[in-house]
């Protein structure tokens, strides 16, 4: 379903989507920071939002666009976040929508916007003005990548994605670009993602699969535990695919949904891959419970814990400490009906540690990918969390990123 | 109240009361590892422990000797920490029981055991008979050094301290010795601490005053966020000083009680202090709340957040990160009534960074001891969580500590 040109095409990958990213000098690097994405044709708008209090400005500004279910174009910039920055910042959202309004023909009301980067530093607001103007002139269907870079911040690369599926006759695409990396957890915390289709879908149904979407994608990543004050997800669907509307929860709402979760979970696992200064990307999968909540409860507590975080940076077995976080997560647990397993090899079962191969082990920790089952003996539901390890390079980088 | 020599003393500072540690062999690095505390005269015992469902065989064992309301001694090692050890793990616990029991000429049921280190392991047992009875042979008014000594693990030192008051016109006495390091928080994870006095006190009451204390003490002080399985903080009160038994809340008991809180409160500090790899030592005082508990989750969020402890240790005065830590912490916050200070410097207030002298500020940085004051504006109560930073250090002491 995803090819890696469909992939690179990201968020122009749609018909009708056009983007492009410059280099307006908010980043000190000089690295592209401002990108547009942009449709013609009006979109039915969905968006989730971070959930921390000191939200910042342009999520206040993107929630009232998102409120109407209609919107044009999505302006972001990376380097700084405009957040805790008061009537100021307000301000300052309002103006990177009516400039994009302007330069578009359309209305500021139509424009989302989003920053990432540091906070308590207000936008430089001419090296901005002139960099959205100079996006919107680039505005191009090959613009996704340099949009891509544009958004990032301490990730390693710009993550997107596409598919396509066939509703009605009619083939739909889907295109995306996120960033990700410090700061993931709860909650999609620091995290950007820009999807697009050319579905057309009710902004109602399209809000509907988006919530529900997050809360087994972009909320089941956790990088360090921390959430931040600019996240949000967006999907903009234009219709330019020619099916009939979807307006009911039927058999196409389905099949979109699903395509869409499934590029989120994707994204999601790329997010959590790239976490700051990740040497592994770790699945913690919990089954055996009673429901979802305790699932998730759990995986969280094993996938923060700094002291399990880094025994894998260590590729060292050590699953007490596993074992540890599961006990003291705060749900049901029973040790003598508990097992864990590290890629398939049980590590502890029913209250003890349990036999095995020590060369089968070494070699499941020296992976990239590693994938620890918890099977807690309860019940039918499970959760999975992805996560990566903690690494000298998460303290170099947070340590050293200074203000 | 506390002088240098007096907290040499520890547990040995009370009258009545014995100590020993010596080299059994558990510990790889053939450092001192078996610790035996004893008082002839039966005293009343208080206790609290871990509330890691995944709980070890000690705790269990000791939990029945803190319902007897007495006991004799107290019988611990490192290295081990007989978790997650099944049918086998009760019994060696029962053993050490017993074992120390015999020499000393008391009842299993007298002696409270504690185990810290490695995680599903069984304790060697033969190395732990040889040195219990060596240790209980070697016990002496001074033994109190070696007895801490033998219980710390990735401590760079043993904490001790003590106290001395008078109740009634009788002297009365406290010693204590404690282990921390990894694993600090919430409610005092990878801790032992085991606090002796002479004074006369009901068991009951002596349950209450640790049990609250422990709560302003060992539970507000965080290293990572793990919660160890072996856990316990064990008061014995022998009663030689010869007052008058404490058995109602009066005068006698809270001057009592507040000498022990501070106590535990001053080792819970250096606790804190001494986690692993630590550079800086912070307090986290949250004011203006409605209650204690919202103060302690809003310090705690703070106390924890991975992008705060790195911001720190680089020395970065990156008051963003602490702000946002406040935005997710799921208490009430209201941006524009809230003050945060770094070693009493406003950085942010009211909904926007503060102006301030950045020479100033740069001082409070490179401080080894930083206070940030974070002042909600919502209420009269406050809370106070004592923390350190996260440095490479921490990431190889817990990547390397191989199983």
Redesign the interface.
Not at 224 to 229: C, P, Q, R, V, Y
């Given at each position: 379903m995803f090819s890696e040109a469909m992939c690179k095409a990201g968020v122009t990958y749609p018909q009708g989507f056009k983007a492009a990213g410059v280099k307006a000098g908010v980043k000190k690097s000089g690295n592209l920071d401002v990108a547009v994405i942009y449709t013609e044709k009006e979109a039915s708008v969905a968006g989730v939002f971070t959930?921390?209090?000191?939200?910042a400005a342009p999520v206040f500004a993107s929630k009232k666009v998102v409120a109407t279910g209609k919107a044009h174009a999505i302006t972001a910039n990376a380097g700084c976040?405009n957040?805790?920055?008061?009537e100021q910042g307000t301000k300052d959202a309002a103006a990177m929508q009516s400039i994009t309004a302007e330069v578009l023909g359309c209305e500021p009301l139509d424009v989302v916007v989003a920053s990432t980067g540091?906070?308590?530093?207000n936008l430089p607001m001419e090296k901005m003005e002139a960099g959205i103007k100079q996006a919107v002139s680039e505005l191009s269907e090959h613009g996704s990548e340099t949009a891509g870079k544009a958004i990032i911040t301490t990730d390693t690369y710009s993550k997107s994605c596409a598919a396509e599926i066939e509703l009605g006759g009619k083939k739909v695409r889907f295109g995306a670009i996120a960033k990700g990396s410090?700061?993931i957890q709860p909650n999609m915390?620091t995290m950007l993602c820009f999807i697009t289709t050319d579905a057309a879908i009710d902004s109602k149904l399209l809000q509907k699969a988006l919530s529900e979407i997050t809360e087994v994608s972009f909320n089941m990543i956790s990088i360090?535990?921390?959430?931040?004050?600019n996240d949000m997800v967006i999907v903009l669907a234009n219709g330019e695919a020619g099916n009939e509307e979807i307006k009911v929860e039927g058999a196409d709402y389905e099949k979109f949904k699903a395509t869409l979760q499934e590029l989120c979970q994707g994204l999601a696992q790329r997010i959590a891959a790239d976490g700051e200064g990740a040497t592994k990307f770790l699945t913690v999968h919990v089954s055996g419970v009673k429901n979802f909540a305790d699932g998730k409860t759990i995986a969280m507590s094993v996938a923060?814990?700094?002291?399990v975080k880094?025994?894998f940076?260590?590729e060292?077995?050590?699953?007490?400490?596993v074992?540890?976080?599961?006990?003291?997560a705060g749900v049901?647990?029973v040790?003598e009906k508990t097992v864990v397993k590290f890629g398939g090899i049980p590590v502890?079962a029913y209250?003890?540690?349990a036999e095995h191969d020590e060369e089968a082990l070494k070699q499941v920790m020296s992976q990239k990918d590693i994938v620890i089952d918890i099977d807690m003996g309860l019940g039918e539901a499970e959760a999975t969390v992805w996560t990566c390890d903690?690494?000298?390079e998460?303290?170099?980088i947070?340590?050293?990123?200074?203000?």
């Open positions: 959930q921390n209090a000191v939200a976040a957040a805790c920055t008061g540091i906070i308590g530093v410090g700061m915390a360090d535990g921390d959430m931040s004050t923060k814990s700094p002291l880094t025994a940076f260590g060292d077995p050590n699953w007490g400490r074992i540890c976080a599961v006990g003291y049901e647990m040790p502890y209250g003890v540690g903690f690494s000298y998460y303290v170099k947070n340590g050293e990123y200074h203000t």
